[in-house]
């Protein structure tokens, strides 16, 4: 940086030096268009039209464009923030990324662009201290909560005559889900497999729920590893996916069986919303069983039942209304941020010089 502004201080000594000789030359009439920082930005700054982030940068040096793109990087900095265990739970709250300008590439950027070019910001993500990875065995019932992000997970284990009516509703809200899938669910009818293939092929996100219903807290560690990785060998089968996600038949589960899914690869998910659609209490109640509580970072069980199909659209509509958008588990887990806007008032500031 400080070669690069001594050169450009350089550039600037001998053009005011040629824009004098000029003056001379062509008299005091010269001086009326002609200064020797116009003739130096316009050979040396940034290029006529260039923009960042619809902010005029034309013939800014850079030694300005540094302080332009520092002022944002102030502005608009995110911090981390860290996974956190629930003591009282025993759960594991999801941390997140911060969120910083890379300085050095976004300047990088201005000064390379052509005439005319629209550049912007180059952000870089800044992890936090604690993550997810620093409590492997931990479930989570949610995700973290600066987001305005929800999850619907959908378990499989009985019947399939309403999945298609829901993954219609989802078609229409553009919504995707993680659907968890059981095992002996998938093998008992040859027709699930093309229905899981049509879920996958949708862009769903599929979870593992075991092999069989069976309580796995009440097994011994042997068996709790049976049931989870014959439920992965049989999606695996059908789709070709290794599952990362596991959830436990019953939402039961103990040490034991937190242990046994992290041994075997997995992350244990729970919900913080349950329909208890599977009672078929009518869709009113399952309704008032979730919307006056949704939040930010929620994951919301449903099954495939008569009810689900109605509940799930006013469910998406409630949710939506309250500013929730539905993601899969992976998004609603994952660090990363998204930048936002930038404040007005940068994008509004006339450049310096």
């Known amino acids: 940086m400080q070669e690069t502004t001594t050169r450009f201080r350089f550039l600037r000594v001998n053009l005011k030096v040629l824009a004098l000789v000029l003056l001379i030359v062509g008299g005091p009439s010269f001086a009326l268009w002609l200064k020797a920082e116009d003739i130096e930005r316009y050979l040396h700054g940034v290029r006529p039209g260039v923009t960042l982030e619809g902010r005029d940068m034309s013939g800014l040096f850079p030694e300005e464009v540094w302080l332009a793109v520092g002022e944002i990087a102030l502005r608009v900095r995110v911090q981390p923030v860290d996974a956190r265990l629930m003591e009282d739970t025993g759960e594991v709250v999801p941390g997140l990324n911060g969120l910083g300008v890379d300085v050095d590439q976004t300047v990088e950027a201005v000064l390379k662009a052509g005439p005319g070019e629209r550049v912007k910001v180059i952000y870089r993500q800044i992890p936090p201290g604690k993550t997810l990875e620093d409590f492997p065995a931990a479930p989570i019932y949610r995700g973290n909560q600066a987001r305005p992000l929800y999850a619907l997970m959908i378990n499989l284990a009985w019947g399939d005559e309403y999945l298609p009516a829901m993954l219609k509703v989802m078609e229409e809200h553009g919504v995707r889900a993680t659907f968890f899938?059981?095992?002996?669910?998938?093998?008992?009818?040859?027709?699930?497999?093309?229905?899981?293939?049509?879920?996958?092929?949708?862009?769903?996100?599929?979870?593992?729920?075991?092999?069989?219903?069976?309580?796995?807290?009440?097994?011994?560690?042997?068996?709790?590893?049976?049931?989870?990785?014959?439920?992965?060998?049989?999606?695996?089968?059908?789709?070709?996916?290794?599952?990362?996600?596991?959830?436990?038949?019953?939402?039961?589960?103990?040490?034991?069986?937190?242990?046994?899914?992290?041994?075997?690869?997995?992350?244990?998910?729970?919900?913080?919303?349950?329909?208890?659609?599977?009672?078929?209490?009518?869709?009113?109640?399952?309704?008032?069983?979730?919307?006056?509580?949704?939040?930010?970072?929620?994951?919301?069980?449903?099954?495939?039942?008569?009810?689900?199909?109605?509940?799930?659209?006013?469910?998406?509509?409630?949710?939506?209304?309250?500013?929730?958008?539905?993601?899969?588990?992976?998004?609603?887990?994952?660090?990363?941020?998204?930048?936002?806007?930038?404040?007005?008032?940068?994008?509004?500031?006339?450049?310096?010089?």
Do not use: C
């Open 181 to 353: 899938v059981e095992g002996k669910w998938l093998e008992k009818d040859p027709a699930r497999r093309g229905l899981l293939q049509t879920i996958v092929g949708k862009g769903h996100e599929i979870g593992n729920h075991a092999y069989s219903h069976r309580h796995l807290s009440r097994l011994p560690r042997p068996e709790i590893a049976r049931e989870i990785r014959r439920g992965e060998e049989a999606i695996k089968k059908a789709v070709g996916i290794k599952t990362r996600y596991f959830t436990p038949p019953y939402g039961e589960y103990d040490r034991e069986v937190l242990e046994v899914a992290h041994e075997l690869g997995y992350r244990t998910i729970m919900y913080s919303l349950d329909t208890v659609d599977w009672m078929r209490p009518g869709v009113d109640r399952i309704l008032n069983r979730v919307v006056p509580k949704a939040h930010s970072g929620a994951i919301v069980l449903l099954h495939p039942t008569e009810q689900s199909p109605a509940a799930l659209e006013a469910i998406l509509i409630a949710f939506r209304d309250k500013g929730l958008l539905a993601v899969t588990v992976s998004e609603l887990l994952s660090r990363e941020r998204k930048p936002g806007p930038l404040p007005p008032l940068l994008q509004d500031t006339p450049p310096p010089g």
